[in-house]
Structures are given as C-alpha cells and as structure tokens.
C-alpha cells in the first residue's frame, strides 16, 4: 500500500509559479512511476504529466509542456509538478498517482494509476 500526500498549492496570480509536492509513504516508491492529473469544477480529471521510475521519461499534456515541469526524487520519495506560467484555465485540484506497472514509464491513462492523493487546490486569478 502506498499513501500519497500533495503540498502546495495556493492561489496565484496569472504569470505566476508554484511547485507542487507529493510525499509517498512506503519503500516500493523508486519502482512506480507517478503521474499529475487535475480535475476543474464541472470536468473530467485530465492528464498533466507522467514520469518513469528512475525518471528518464517524461510526458505531458501539450496544454502544460513547456510551462510544467515533472520531476522526482526517489532519496526522498517525492514527485514534484513545477509550475510556471500559470494561466487561469490551469485552475483545478491537483492530484499525484502511483502507477505501480513493473517497468512502467508512466502513462496518461488513468485506470493505469492504483493510488491516488487527496488533491490540492490550484486557483490562478486573473
């Protein structure tokens, strides 16, 4: 079992940055690879970005790439989402998963991911 809990998140200007944190529990954390979702009031939760195990792949939503960054450390079993550029339409909880595939290099789909966090709130103003 693997518990999962996001930071920092916080209401920010449009322009502005966050990071994100993901804190996970267990020693299995170095052989999953870890995804951000976020999910809007009234939508779907969605895809942000995905990374692999030992984090040589990345992945994102084109919506994000090239203003969120994914990235890890498995010394201190944290997955972090940095955020630049931040438009209002980023506005959304925030979620981090766990894809616990043997070998995984993470992925968009979410029935791929077995545990999720709580979320945190992201609310970009205008």
């Known amino acids: 079992q693997v518990q999962l809990v996001e930071s920092g998140g916080g209401l920010v200007q449009a322009g502005g940055s966050l990071r994100l944190s993901c804190a996970a529990s267990?020693?299995?954390?170095?052989?999953?690879?870890m995804g951000w979702f976020r999910q809007a009031p009234g939508k779907e939760r969605e895809f942000v970005a995905t990374i692999s195990w030992n984090g040589g792949a990345k992945y994102y939503a084109g919506s994000v790439k090239g203003r969120f960054t994914i990235s890890r450390d498995n010394t201190k079993n944290t997955v972090y989402l940095q955020m630049n550029s931040l438009k209002p339409e980023d506005t959304a909880v925030y979620y981090c998963a766990a894809d616990r595939r043997t070998g995984s290099t993470g992925s968009y789909y979410l029935p791929d991911y077995d545990y999720w966090g709580q979320g945190t709130q992201i609310t970009v103003s205008s």
């Open positions: 267990g020693r299995t954390f170095s052989s999953y690879a």
